[in-house]
């Protein structure tokens, strides 16, 4: 049998329904960072200028730090048995949160179309005798699935793809590592491409963090919190590390640094159609582990917003928009959406930045006072960290903004950690003032 449907929506899960181990968080997030948005990544650092040992710095850096924070706002799924925009609407309230949900809905929105876009067009390329437009469509449907049947089934897909991504991306890494890529070397350290590289690792993982909870919140409440963190950091961090990896090295070695999921299948066509047919199915694979994420996630912060509806219709409604923008959009409509994706990023850093506050102090209450103590750290955090980004970096020239603190680094944009440290600093604040 494929599996239990789930008839849960953003209600709090029940004590005797509570299942799962910990270990089932390190499968989830590692299947779904075995993709290639991060070996895309990969193949953009490689042309920073930056020399090998300070690209490595920042790749460490950014998916521990990222990979962690997801990991701490997974730990309290279990506590609260919610999902992650539920948990942040009982912090901000509900007029408070309907911006944090509804900038979530379209994210997930937005990943999802642009995922069924590039798995669509790994099918197309393999097979190029029908319509890129049909393509994308058994993609979302095959995702639409997963994501219909909900928690379960979608743990047991990622428990399945971390071994058959992970053994496949293994190969892939030995293979791109014995075909000797002609590596560039860039001798000297540059303060705008190191910040460049950082925070571009940093924002992709990172930008899990409103998902968190979403796939812990089954978990008996007892769980080990500290194992949930070090299992959720170690799969993310890991698989978005060995993806960058094989991105750099791929590229490296075809010399080609666009980071198109059509290089690394021109790479794995040196050793012929069926190692052509195997990487084709693999990275449509890939795709799938995220975007079912993308998609379940969709219909949980719809419902966070208008809670009367199913959780099953939620799936839909994404579905069908996701889909209708792949369709419409096409391959040109991914680079320019990715980059608003990316622009949307800013607001996630300081709302993780104020919940973990909250979460460290408690600062849990329906006093309508305490919701805009910290609606407010959330703006001061946004409205401080705004000098300090470089929009024209982030956004790849779709947005002319450089901050003046950004120019005085050199172009460097250090807006999200500013925002994050802020965003603590003041919801911690907050609450020793309100005793």
């Known amino acids: 049998m494929f599996g239990k449907m789930e008839v849960h929506g953003v209600e709090q899960i029940p004590s005797k329904e509570r299942h799962g181990r910990p270990i089932y968080q390190f499968t989830l997030w590692f299947s779904s960072n075995l993709t290639v948005a991060d070996y895309a990544l990969g193949a953009i650092l490689v042309t920073l200028g930056l020399s090998w040992s300070w690209v490595w710095i920042a790749i460490?850096?950014?998916?521990?730090?990222?990979?962690?924070?997801?990991?701490?706002?997974?730990?309290?799924?279990?506590?609260?048995?919610?999902?992650?925009?539920?948990?942040?609407?009982?912090?901000?309230?509900?007029?408070?949160?309907?911006?944090?949900?509804?900038?979530?809905?379209?994210?997930?929105?937005?990943?999802?179309?642009?995922?069924?876009?590039?798995?669509?067009?790994?099918?197309?390329?393999?097979?190029?005798?029908?319509?890129?437009?049909?393509?994308?469509?058994?993609?979302?449907?095959?995702?639409?699935?997963?994501?219909?049947?909900?928690?379960?089934?979608?743990?047991?897909?990622?428990?399945?793809?971390?071994?058959?991504?992970?053994?496949?991306?293994?190969?892939?890494?030995?293979?791109?590592?014995?075909?000797?890529?002609?590596?560039?070397?860039?001798?000297?350290?540059?303060?705008?491409?190191?910040?460049?590289?950082?925070?571009?690792?940093?924002?992709?993982?990172?930008?899990?963090?409103?998902?968190?909870?979403?796939?812990?919140?089954?978990?008996?409440?007892?769980?080990?919190?500290?194992?949930?963190?070090?299992?959720?950091?170690?799969?993310?961090?890991?698989?978005?590390?060995?993806?960058?990896?094989?991105?750099?090295?791929?590229?490296?070695?075809?010399?080609?640094?666009?980071?198109?999921?059509?290089?690394?299948?021109?790479?794995?066509?040196?050793?012929?159609?069926?190692?052509?047919?195997?990487?084709?199915?693999?990275?449509?694979?890939?795709?799938?582990s995220a975007n079912v994420l993308n998609l379940y996630s969709n219909s949980l912060s719809l419902l966070a917003l208008y809670q009367k509806i199913k959780r099953k219709h939620g799936i839909v409604i994404g579905a069908v928009i996701g889909t209708a923008l792949a369709v419409i959009g096409g391959l040109n409509f991914v680079g320019y959406f990715e980059g608003f994706l990316y622009f949307l990023d800013y607001w996630i850093t300081p709302w993780i930045g104020v919940l973990a506050g909250a979460l460290i102090t408690g600062s849990f209450s329906a006093n309508k006072n305490a919701d805009a103590g910290l609606l407010m750290s959330y703006l001061i955090s946004l409205l401080a960290s705004v000098p300090f980004m470089n929009l024209q970096v982030a956004t790849s020239g779709m947005i002319n903004f450089v901050g003046p603190f950004a120019s005085v680094l050199g172009g460097a944009d250090v807006s999200y950690f500013v925002s994050f440290a802020l965003g603590l600093s003041l919801s911690i604040v907050f609450k020793r003032l309100s005793l």
Do not use: C
């Not at 962690?68 to 706002?73: A, E, N």
């Not at 992970?166 to 001798?187: D, N």
């Open 60 to 288: 460490i850096i950014g998916n521990s730090f990222g990979a962690f924070l997801v990991g701490y706002l997974a730990s309290y799924g279990p506590s609260f048995g919610l999902p992650q925009m539920m948990i942040s609407k009982i912090a901000f309230g509900k007029k408070g949160n309907t911006l944090f949900s509804a900038a979530q809905w379209i994210s997930t929105l937005g990943w999802f179309s642009v995922n069924a876009i590039i798995s669509g067009y790994v099918l197309y390329y393999a097979y190029p005798n029908l319509p890129l437009s049909f393509f994308v469509f058994i993609s979302a449907i095959s995702q639409v699935i997963i994501a219909f049947f909900g928690y379960d089934v979608i743990h047991r897909s990622e428990y399945a793809l971390s071994y058959i991504l992970g053994s496949f991306f293994m190969v892939v890494l030995l293979l791109a590592i014995f075909s000797k890529p002609s590596l560039p070397s860039f001798p000297g350290f540059s303060p705008l491409s190191f910040a460049v590289a950082l925070a571009a690792v940093f924002s992709y993982i990172m930008s899990w963090a409103p998902y968190a909870s979403d796939y812990s919140r089954y978990l008996p409440e007892k769980v080990s919190r500290k194992r949930v963190i070090a299992y959720v950091t170690f799969g993310g961090a890991l698989a978005s590390l060995w993806m960058e990896a094989v991105g750099m090295l791929v590229s490296a070695a075809t010399g080609n640094y666009t980071g198109l999921p059509t290089v690394l299948l021109s790479f794995l066509d040196r050793y012929g159609a069926f190692a052509l047919a195997v990487s084709v199915i693999m990275i449509f694979l890939g795709a799938l």
